[in-house]
């Protein structure tokens, strides 16, 4: 028994010597069957291959084999790696193999080993119960594993063998805690706790291969959930029959609270596989209550599955739990966290700010833009203030950086607002002015005014350096985002014609790039096409880092409205920093394939897209200085899907934002004429390459143009007001109205000279038949 002291478990020290004791038998001439049964990684492989090294120390011929679910092996198969080169070359019923197993035991004892039985076929079944039958008064030892709770488990042939007489079952179940404690103690020194040892029973279900796994990253006492049990769960993973993989990458993508049905779809299988498989997959210590035992399992199989494959996989569920009654927005919101929050980017080594120029060192990541930006801020407090051009030269670097990761310009600027005399003569002033053009017109702290203002007095010293490039660009942005895209692209032609500046540097790449952006703005697809290929031509993605993302959203955004996807499409298999999304490139970039989604037909990709774009914004706190017109765009995506309401939804969202003054509107009569027009134009636009162009001026508050075809039939607004009124009773729907006007209860009570507390039962009763939650969306509704 000193072999059985590397056993992982006295379950496995249990099942070694039952081998050993009916080894005994079939050396005394009576022959023995023996099926070691268990779940997935309960040990039988490794009880097998250490049994069959024991029996060849003590001159026992040993024959194995081993079933497999790839490939024919099959009973010819079986007997060949049993027989080898003596094995039959036709053996029909199987007694040939039979035969030539018990000629060998004339001389010898024999030990055949047969391993993962559930993949057996009938004839080898048939071999294998005919070969049991004729061992019995030989010395012959059949010992077989064959794993529970697969949905292909072979419960005839067990059931055959289990039959014969001088039959031993050996039973590898579960790991229990003392077994744990027991196992961390002799192969890997840990004192483990009992609660420790319950823990890890919870996570691998008493799986030995994953229990191993853990108590090999373990800290002390301490269970860590490491690489060795990633590799576990793969190491599972590649055990499981085909169906029963796809079933569990299947339920990787979709999550634990999806339905069978929906897991049979990605998996292309029956529900009734794929519970089968769950079962199988719940004894094995991966899954339990239809998810994974640990979120890092989830992980490791989603990290497996081939990129492709894993976005179609992505897609597919999306669609399914659309068509399953999901939102449009749950499951748009579902696909943007499923394809963007599977694998946290990987942050870089942080820089000190003392490393930070303020020419302008590519930032790659928010963490180190957040550590510059305090770097700044403590060498401003620490200034004194006889030095006021230093601390507006560090403010101009602090709101530069701000400007390419949003999500620091609410700290960058505060409650400040630019100086109202700012001597541009000077390098320090001419920066401090466009920085503050850009920053000041993302966060709305400037009037599109007082923003043309800052950045012509930081172009009008018309040079274009190293030193001067990221103040230019940032005036030239700032320009772009103020509705002047015409007067920007003057100033890009003119520093791209200067003499001294002809050689090909990083900053002239992005000035090319600001150029397709004003192209873009002014309708000019084919220049912005030009533009952005020759700015991505001048330097290599290395250099381009995140802003990359600025030319790769023009081009995205261009060929949309060039009616050319395919190129798009081409454009998307380009890899970005996974950082890309922490700057203001990344939400171009987002917007632009949201459009691009949308041309195509991809309705949720594009809704997750614009989605996102609106959560970023909101998160960066942009939201009401950004004119990024995401809302229309989600409307417009509703619309196509069908889904009228959500359109009109997110139109008067859209209204409820800050406009244009060619926007504002004095009546609630204006305002629905306003929200009709909208909606009517957005429609006409739908499946057009021109919609971008459409939404970015119902956004701008561009005058909606007249319509040719005025006998089209139209979603009227009223009409759909008129029909949730109706659905009320005339005293719900006075209090639904003027609720719906803002309002408020006492004022409502008042007017209609009923008490207060009638005017909230009114209106409880209006939502629940109108299926509303608050008056925000009774105001969304009917306002």
Known sequence: MGDAATMASTQSTFGWKVLHDVLADAGAGYGRTALVTGPMAAGKTALLNDFAE??????????????????????????????????????????????????????????????????????????????SGEIADRPVLLAAAVRTNTPHATHWLSAELAGRSAFRRISLASLTAEQVQSLAAADFGLPLTLDA????????????????????????????????????????????DPETRETAEAIAVAGGSSSPRLIAELADSEPEAVEEATRAMVAAGLLSDGGFRHPAAREAILRYIPRKRRALLGRQAAEALNADGASAEDAARWLDSFENGLVPAPLTECHSGEEFHLSGRRLETLLEARDIVGTI?????????????????????????????????????????????????????????????????????????????????????????????PAVLAALRAQIHSGSPQQARGWCDRFLADDQNRDTTPWRAQLTAVRAETALAVGDHAAAVADAEQALSQLPPHQWGVRVGGPLATLLLAHTLAGTPADATALLRRRVPASLYETRYGLCYLYARGHHHLASGEHLPALADFLRCGRVLDNWGLDHGWRIPWRLSAAATHMAMGDYSKSVEYIVQALDRPRPPARETGGDESRFDLREEIFERLREAIGAPELPTVVAGLRNGEPLQNREHTDVPRYKIYDRNAICLQQLSPSERRVAVLAAKGISNQMIARELSVTVSTVEQHLTRTYRKLQLTDRRELRSRLG
């Open 377 to 469: 801020e403590q060498g401003i407090r620490d200034l004194a203030s006889r030095e006021n051009q230093r601390v507006m030269e560090l403010e101009a670097g602090k709101l530069l950086v701000a400007a390419d990761f949003p999500g620091l310009l609410r700290q960058a600027v505060g409650d400040r607002d630019p100086l109202a005399r700012i001597d541009t003569a000077s390098v320090r002033g001419a920066r401090y002015a466009a920085a503050w053009a850009l920053a000041g017109t993302l966060t709305g702290r400037t009037d599109a005014r007082r923003t043309m203002s800052l950045a012509n007095q930081a172009l009008e010293r018309g040079i274009f350096t190293d030193e001067a490039a």
């Open 197 to 240: 040892a319950s823990h890890i029973l919870r996570i691998s279900n008493g799986n030995l291969l994953i229990t191993t796994a853990l108590l090999r990253d373990a800290a002390g006492d301490h269970v860590v959930v490491g690489p060795s049990y990633a590799q576990a769960v793969l190491d599972c993973l590649h055990r499981l």
């Open 54 to 131: 024991y029996a060849t120390r003590q001159g026992i011929r040993v024959l194995k084999a081993n079933c497999s679910p790839f490939g024919n092996t099959g009973a010819p198969g079986i007997s060949r790696q049993l027989l080898g080169e003596h094995a039959p070359a036709v053996d029909p019923d199987g007694s040939a193999t039979v035969l030539g197993i018990t000629r060998l035991a004339r001389s010898t004892t024999v030990l055949v080993l047969v391993d993962d039985l559930q993949h057996a076929d009938r004839a080898t079944g048939r071999l294998l119960t005919r070969l």
